[in-house]
């Protein structure tokens, strides 16, 4: 079923960042550093679908640069 009109559909096309990628040059949104920026830290469940009921943060709360 031959289509006329598509220029993109079923052909190959260049990766314009390829190189920026292979290099290193590439900037991700992992790369961006902002002028008070939080960052977080996720601790996870040592058990599987068990219900939370409370979590302690007394002990994170005494470190410095904890918000």
């Given at each position: 079923m031959k289509r006329d009109g598509?220029?993109?559909i079923?052909?190959?096309l260049?990766?314009?960042d390829a190189s920026a990628r292979v290099t290193g040059a590439?900037?991700?949104a992992d790369d961006i550093a902002l002028p008070r920026m939080l960052f977080a830290?996720?601790?996870r469940s040592p058990h599987p679908h068990a219900r939370i009921r409370a979590i302690n943060v007394d002990n994170a709360l005494?470190?410095?640069g904890v918000h």
């Open positions: 598509f220029s993109v079923g052909k190959p260049p990766k314009i590439a900037r991700y830290r996720i601790l005494t470190l410095e």
